[in-house]
């Protein structure tokens, strides 16, 4: 089965805790965080990554306007997680059957310490299980980065709420999970920068 990857970084949420807009704080490599996580995504997927703003629409959008991205506001941004993966999950659906990714990978954008490497070994496990999801597995717990098959938009495009897609990847039957400690370290406040292995 030929992989065509495209990717969904959400980048919605409110960033209460960071008390300001986190992804366009700047990351160690010199990036705003929002753009280092994008450089990351960008090499593995066959479409620009779809980048879903919310809370702080205007501001990621002047900032990302040098990125190769597709942008996509989600105008209900404040019914969670679920609402942000559905809006970018519809907007792949409305591709061209012909040139439609055949899955998906949703991740955040606060994702500090992933890698394109890192995010590789996920399509290396899809390329061997390419019906299946496959999860990111951080201390026992599965989580994004995850890609999604086809066959799972329908039911992406309709998630709603703050689990978002977290109960797609629980079925060891339907959803493969791969060690990508990197995973592990988000920023939800300042301090959480100094957290992020060098």
Known sequence: ????????????????????????????????????????????????????TGRY?????????????TIVHNAQWSLGMGSSIARGVKAIMTVDADSRPSHVIVGTGDGAAITTHSIYGLVEQLKQTPNLRVASVVMGRRMSPAIFPAKDFSKLAALAGEKGAAPLLQSPSECIGVDHPQARWDIDTPEDWLKIPS
């Open 57 to 69: 629409h205007d501001r990621l959008q002047t900032g990302l306007s040098h990125e190769n991205c």
């Open 1 to 52: 089965m030929s992989i065509k990857l495209a990717a969904v970084i959400l980048a919605g949420g409110e960033s209460v805790r960071y008390q300001g807009n986190k992804l366009l704080s700047r990351h160690p490599s010199g990036n705003a965080l929002i753009n280092y996580v994008l450089k990351q995504y960008a090499p593995l997927c066959a479409v620009p990554p779809i980048v879903v």
